[in-house]
Each structure stands twice: as C-alpha cells, then as structure tokens.
C-alpha cells in the first residue's frame, strides 16, 4: 500500500526525522492559507498523487507570492497529472501539499527496500539526487551504491561507505549516519517494503532533510498497522482492485484485452506469458488462490465480464486444493448478474474436473473448452481478435 507524500513525512517526522514544514489542502483557499501559515516568500506547491515523476509533468511549482499559490493551485486542483508512472491515462489530482521553499546547496537520492536476493533490508543511495535513479542506473551505475544491512541497521563501516558515495565528510557524515539509524527504525517498525527520499537535500544551514518521500506498506502486515492502513487513499487505487481485494482476491489491472482466472501465481504468470507469446495481451493477473469459494469466484467474473477492455475470458484452473466445480458454480452465479458479453474459454483441469464441465454444459453456456494451456491460450488470441 502507498501513502501520500504529506502522509509520508508525517510517519518520518513522527520518528524524528527532520522534514521541512508543510500543510495538505484540498482546495484553493485551503493552500493559500497554508501558504500564509508557513510564512515566508517562497512557497512549493505539489500536487498529491501515487507516482512518482510529478516534478517534469508539472506538479511540483515554486511560488513567490500569494498570487501564484493561488493560481498553481488552480490549476493543479481537479487536473489530471500524466507522469511516466501513471500511463497515459494520468491520475486526477485530489489535493495538494504546501510547503516552505528551502536553501538546497545539494540533493542526494537515498531508499530502504526489501532486497530478496540478499534476504536483508539494503540502502540504496547516491549522489543524483531528484533523478530518475532508474536512468542513473542504466547510465552511471558507479553512481549507486547498494549496502545491505544486518538486523538492527547500518553499521559504522557502512554508514561511513554511504557516507562517502554522497561526498559528506565530518558533522555532515555524522548526521548521516544518525538519519540512516533512524530510517532504518522506522522502515522496520511500519513494516515496509520501501521508503525512499528523492531526493534527500543538504541546506545552506547543513542540515539533512527529506525534500521528498515515498512510503509502501506491505499489505499483509496492515493488520498490525491501523495507523497507517487508515491512511489508504481509495481514489488513487484502481476501483477494480479494491473491490477484488475485498472479495480475498488477488487482482491486477493490465493493459491487454484477455481477462484471465488462474489459481496460483506461478500458473497466472505463466498463462499471461503464453498469451503474449500468442500475440495478445492479458487484460489483468488475477489469481483467486487455494481457499477460494464460491462468492469469490463470482466476484472475481463480475469483475471480468465488467471491464469494457476484456474481448475474451480465459479460465485456467488446475484443480488441486481448487475444486474445478466450484470455478463452474462461481460462473453461474455470476451470470445471473453480468451476462457473458464475451468469449470465455475454459480449461479445468483436476479435482471434480467432470462435474465443473457438467454444470457448465447443463446450463447451456456458450463456453469453448481446451484440454491445455497452449491449446487455451491460442484460443483466447483469437476470440479477443
């Protein structure tokens, strides 16, 4: 789950990192009041969306007087910012952030993330600061230094190591050093899976501030995290994954024109693999998973049977703990309520296999089966063709 910018450093500042002051507004009198609160002749107005690149597309604006506050919140309030994130579609701009303008004599990019491979949490940091670091990657990887950490936090060593990548010597190392032992502490007590600072600035004054930040929770732990599950923000979400996450479903919005229904993860990624191998595109991973029941099931082909961008259905259950006949059940209640307005192609393979192709047939379903995956996948190319 992502948070908002302001709600990220509202966690950070919470754990006694040092972020410059700022108010949330949702409307234009609201950020010309902030504006006046803070004080100042500078102000930065961010539009609040979940993706990042907000800067280059016009989201980010520096403002020096109460005029151009109120005009960039004008115009930023209800428009629709397309970043390299958010696709073409863009995303609406529900509210906005106001902050003080600073005195940045540098930037640095600096991120906590669950690194699988290592089996630790790794910093991420360097000295292109406010960059895409996807593109510094690619161009000027000596520029990133990747350091992973033992549980409790960096050590003196690689604080020092960190240190130096981002050219900061003396007081400023020493700073350094105490925010990564902070950020560390909050990273692991709010249980993310990423906290970055993009970038991280030096003042004129030498303090260490996060200009910017990005927090993901990971969902399985919002359980134990009702502060910061209560922060969600459902209009930055894809109604059609709230709803699947509210039926226990596991559901991603995709591009393509070929809804899919698949138990497991592995065999989702795989039959989204051969449609595209077919020359199509999946529509959505959806994996219903092993515990699933019927009203699950239903909901997940209200969900695919409503999306305008699906040409075909493809089914593919291999029935293990799954019971095939309960893929069939969830079909035909669903029908009741969302007609099959497209092709759906099945292939049910496995326990109660026979009776799922009964029920199916019984009710005299305009349904195309396969007998594999190949055979399936081949099919739903060119029905949504």
């Not at 003042?203 to 919002?222: C, F, H, Q, R």
Request: aromatic content about 4%; proline content about 3%; glycine content about 10%.
């Amino acid at each position: 789950m992502n948070i908002h910018e302001y709600q990220a450093k509202s966690v950070l500042k919470a754990g006694g990192i040092a972020v410059p002051e700022g108010y949330a507004a949702t409307s234009v009198g609201d950020a010309v009041s902030a504006a006046a609160k803070l004080g100042g002749r500078i102000w930065v107005v961010k539009a609040q969306i979940h993706a990042g690149g907000r800067g280059k597309a016009g989201g980010v604006r520096l403002c020096r007087s109460m005029d151009e506050v109120r005009d960039a919140a004008t115009a930023l309030l209800g428009s629709t910012l397309v970043t390299k994130q958010t696709g073409p579609s863009g995303k609406l701009v529900h509210r906005l952030y106001i902050e003080q303008g600073l005195d940045i004599v540098r930037e640095f990019y600096l991120s906590l993330l669950v690194d699988r491979e290592a089996e630790a949490v790794s910093f991420v940091v360097s000295p292109a600061g406010g960059m895409d670091i996807e593109g510094v990657a690619a161009e000027t990887p000596e520029k990133i230094l990747s350091v992973s950490v033992a549980p409790g936090g960096p050590d003196a060593a690689q604080c020092k190591a960190m240190a130096e990548m981002l050219g900061l010597q003396g007081g400023q190392a020493t700073k350094f050093a105490a925010l990564a032992a902070e950020l560390y502490v909050v990273f692991m007590a709010s249980d993310c899976s990423l906290l970055e600072l993009n970038p991280l600035i030096l003042t004129g004054d030498g303090e260490l501030l996060a200009l910017d930040a990005k927090i993901s929770v990971d969902d399985n732990a919002l359980f134990r995290q009702p502060e910061l599950a209560a922060m969600r923000d459902p209009l930055e979400e894809d109604p059609r994954e709230t709803e699947a996450a509210a039926s226990g479903l596991n559901y991603i919005a995709l591009d393509g024109s070929i809804g899919c229904m698949v138990n497991g993860a592995g065999l989702a990624m795989a039959t989204m693999d051969i449609i595209q191998l077919k020359g199509a595109r999946p529509a959505n991973f959806l994996d219903v998973g092993g515990g699933v029941t019927v009203a699950a099931v239903t909901e997940a082909f209200k969900l695919l049977f409503s999306d305008d961008h699906v040409k075909a259905v493809l089914v593919n259950i291999f029935g293990g703990i799954v019971r095939c006949d309960i893929i069939a059940n969830g079909l035909l209640e669903a029908i009741k309520t969302h007609p099959m307005r497209v092709p759906v192609i099945m292939r049910l393979v496995g326990t109660n296999e026979a009776e799922g192709r009964r029920l199916v047939q019984d009710a005299g379903l305009d349904v195309r089966w396969a007998n594999d995956l190949d055979e399936a996948a081949t099919l739903a190319a060119q029905a949504a063709a």
